[in-house]
């Protein structure tokens, strides 16, 4: 199988799949100019969770501290691959259960890096230097990136997929970090490479993208990597979808596709992985896309981690509608906006002034009436099939949204809820402006609690029979102790020396009073 899915990735077709759609691109205003780095923010937001919140890192720094760049801040009392490093010098000013700040100085003040200037990399140099930078999947997840390819390494790993297709509208930022760093990504993979001991490696582009193609072509031609263009459509991104399109294996819900010979990761990833085994240098920053209508300039970014996102949009001239005053203004009098984090299909609202920079923010896009209309109310289904017409996974949208209105456990079960990836496509075809996705989110929340009572009762229903075991056999025990007669003393060589001396004694003084 694996040997087929080499043999489809050096093929010269277009990878495509089933299903999906193709929403209007709105990447051309952000691409016109470069990547730009950003000024150093006045200070820095940054998160002490990783990977989807599920782990928590312990602050190794203390409020009033002063720190240097990529020095570092927090690290996981279990695991020392994840780590958290100093985008900038400054102070140290508040610590909370899930965030850090830092007051910068201004002066950037680094700690010395010591890159790798040798030839001949070793593998371990590759996996300790990965582990010390605290590199994660910049793709969305954020899995920690040396325990992605440790996995994958026992598993022996086949295949590695660098990802670099952005399908949603306004996302451009792999786009324009392949445009201005090809060679820089492709060395990225070829670290990837060797540290998961893969025999192939393929780095898959959207057809669409005519500057990166060109651009990533040249440093290819000296490398054992090979370029493989997808259809440009939606989902093309996502990791099941994008094995399906490659290889033409399906990878189940239940399995890690490291566990069938697959190791993907995204292009901002290899170039961190870059980065920190060349340069030594620590993931302090990501490129980011900045984009919306009510902005002047939208760009992408080379952000560092921590930066306010209402500081990007300051940068870029936002302009909210109906105000006239200077971009920092506009931010001072409209604490009510709310802007989207991720893409627009797949992201997340949130308050402007709450959200900062993590290695996971691919976009932040700042709404208007025009892109972003208010959701109009919601009308009966009208059974047109639309929806499973541009489900990439083959599911039954409408039957699903019926159940999950029912909360029908079983058939959300049978009908394979667990497989939907929430990649908002059949919402966006739905002619009812049903929202679909968010019933499916809800009725997977519940499915999860649900799940999660189950196996608790069934714990304390073990715990409660343990002990009725227990309470049996210790009244067994005592009704058999109470019905046992008492036990004669245990023979003893010392007491029956004992004896045997005290009867010696009585005799003797019988006998000594006889002859008196």
Same mark, same amino acid.
């Given at each position: 199988?694996?040997?087929?899915?080499?043999?489809?990735?050096?093929?010269?077709?277009?990878?495509?799949?089933? +299903?999906?759609?193709?929403?209007?691109?709105?990447?051309?205003?952000?691409?016109?100019?470069?990547?730009?780095?950003?000024?150093?923010? $006045?200070?820095?937001?940054?998160?002490?969770?990783?990977?989807?919140?599920?782990?928590?890192?312990?602050?190794?720094?203390?409020?009033?501290?002063?720190?240097?760049?990529?020095?570092?801040?927090?690290?996981?009392?279990?695991?020392?691959?994840?780590?958290?490093?100093?985008?900038?010098?400054?102070?140290?000013?508040?610590?909370?259960?899930?965030?850090?700040?830092?007051?910068? !100085?201004?002066?950037?003040?680094?700690?010395?890096?010591?890159?790798?200037?040798?030839?001949?990399?070793?593998?371990?140099?590759?996996?300790? @230097?990965?582990?010390?930078?605290?590199?994660?999947?910049?793709?969305?997840?954020?899995?920690?990136?040396?325990?992605?390819?440790?996995?994958?390494?026992?598993?022996?790993?086949?295949?590695?997929?660098?990802?670099?297709?952005?399908?949603?509208?306004?996302?451009?930022?792999?786009?324009?970090?392949?445009? $201005?760093?090809?060679?820089?990504?492709?060395?990225?993979?070829?670290?990837?490479?060797?540290? @998961?001991?893969?025999?192939?490696?393929?780095?898959?582009?959207?057809?669409?993208?005519?500057?990166?193609?060109?651009?990533?072509?040249?440093?290819?031609?000296?490398?054992?990597?090979?370029?493989?263009?997808?259809?440009?459509?939606?989902?093309?991104? !996502?990791?099941?979808?994008?094995?399906?399109?490659?290889?033409?294996?399906?990878?189940?819900?239940?399995?890690?596709?490291?566990?069938?010979?697959?190791?993907?990761?995204?292009?901002?990833?290899?170039?961190?992985?870059?980065?920190?085994?060349?340069?030594?240098?620590?993931?302090?920053?990501?490129?980011?896309?900045?984009?919306?209508?009510?902005?002047?300039?939208?760009?992408?970014?080379?952000?560092?981690?921590?930066?306010?996102?209402? !500081?990007?949009?300051?940068?870029?001239?936002?302009?909210?509608?109906?105000?006239?005053?200077?971009?920092?203004?506009?931010?001072?009098?409209?604490?009510?906006?709310?802007?989207?984090?991720? +893409?627009?299909?797949?992201?997340?609202?949130?308050?402007?002034?709450?959200?900062?920079?993590?290695?996971?923010?691919?976009?932040?896009?700042?709404?208007?009436?025009?892109?972003?209309?208010?959701?109009?109310?919601?009308?009966?289904?009208?059974?047109? +099939?639309?929806?499973?017409?541009?489900?990439?996974?083959?599911?039954?949208?409408?039957?699903?949204?019926?159940?999950?209105?029912?909360?029908?456990?079983?058939?959300?079960?049978?009908?394979?809820?667990?497989?939907?990836?929430?990649?908002?496509?059949?919402?966006?075809?739905?002619?009812?402006?049903?929202?679909?996705?968010?019933?499916?989110?809800? @009725?997977?929340?519940?499915?999860?609690?649900?799940?999660? $009572?189950?196996?608790?009762?069934?714990?304390?229903?073990?715990?409660?029979?343990?002990?009725?075991?227990?309470?049996?056999?210790?009244?067994?025990?005592?009704?058999?102790?109470?019905?046992?007669?008492?036990?004669?003393?245990?023979?003893?060589?010392?007491?029956?020396? @004992? $004896?045997?001396?005290?009867?010696?004694?009585?005799?003797?003084?019988?006998?000594? +009073?006889?002859?008196?």
């Amino acid at each position: 199988m694996l040997s087929q899915a080499v043999r489809w990735l050096t093929e010269g077709r277009l990878a495509s799949f089933s +299903g999906g759609i193709r929403p209007p691109k709105q990447t051309q205003r952000t691409l016109r100019s470069r990547v730009m780095a950003t000024p150093i923010p $006045e200070r820095l937001i940054m998160p002490l969770t990783i990977y989807r919140k599920q782990e928590r890192l312990t602050p190794a720094v203390r409020i009033g501290e002063a720190v240097r760049k990529y020095q570092c801040l927090a690290t996981h009392l279990q695991d020392p691959d994840l780590i958290l490093h100093a985008p900038t010098s400054g102070m140290i000013t508040a610590i909370t259960r899930d965030v850090l700040e830092i007051q910068s !100085d201004g002066l950037d003040q680094a700690l010395i890096l010591c890159g790798n200037t040798t030839e001949k990399i070793t593998q371990a140099d590759i996996l300790q @230097s990965i582990g010390r930078a605290g590199i994660v999947g910049q793709g969305g997840a954020g899995y920690p990136t040396v325990k992605k390819i440790r996995l994958a390494a026992s598993a022996g790993v086949k295949v590695l997929i660098v990802n670099a297709a952005e399908c949603e509208p306004f996302v451009c930022c792999d786009e324009a970090l392949i445009r $201005e760093f090809a060679d820089q990504v492709v060395k990225g993979a070829e670290y990837l490479m060797q540290a @998961s001991a893969a025999d192939a490696g393929v780095i898959a582009i959207e057809s669409d993208k005519h500057e990166a193609i060109a651009a990533i072509q040249e440093p290819l031609k000296a490398s054992s990597l090979t370029l493989r263009l997808l259809a440009a459509k939606y989902p093309a991104g !996502d990791e099941r979808i994008l094995i399906k399109s490659l290889t033409g294996q399906e990878i189940p819900d239940s399995a890690n596709p490291a566990e069938r010979g697959i190791l993907v990761q995204n292009a901002g990833t290899a170039k961190a992985v870059f980065d920190a085994v060349k340069l030594g240098q620590p993931s302090i920053s990501r490129i980011v896309t900045v984009a919306g209508a009510p902005l002047k300039t939208p760009k992408n970014f080379s952000a560092l981690l921590g930066t306010p996102v209402s !500081d990007l949009l300051s940068w870029c001239g936002f302009e909210h509608e109906g105000h006239s005053e200077e971009p920092s203004a506009h931010l001072q009098h409209t604490d009510h906006l709310k802007i989207i984090v991720g +893409g627009p299909l797949t992201g997340r609202r949130a308050d402007m002034f709450c959200e900062s920079v993590q290695q996971t923010t691919t976009c932040v896009i700042a709404t208007d009436k025009i892109n972003f209309p208010a959701s109009g109310p919601e009308h009966a289904c009208i059974r047109c +099939g639309f929806c499973a017409e541009a489900c990439p996974v083959r599911l039954l949208p409408q039957q699903l949204l019926l159940h999950s209105r029912n909360f029908d456990e079983h058939n959300l079960n049978s009908h394979g809820l667990h497989s939907c990836i929430e990649c908002g496509a059949c919402a966006y075809v739905c002619p009812s402006k049903i929202p679909l996705v968010q019933h499916f989110r809800q @009725s997977k929340e519940i499915l999860r609690d649900s799940a999660a $009572e189950r196996s608790e009762s069934q714990l304390r229903q073990a715990r409660y029979r343990h002990w009725q075991t227990r309470q049996g056999r210790t009244a067994r025990r005592q009704v058999k102790q109470a019905a046992e007669p008492e036990r004669e003393t245990p023979f003893s060589r010392e007491n029956a020396r @004992s $004896e045997i001396a005290e009867a010696v004694a009585r005799v003797k003084e019988k006998k000594s +009073g006889k002859r008196q």
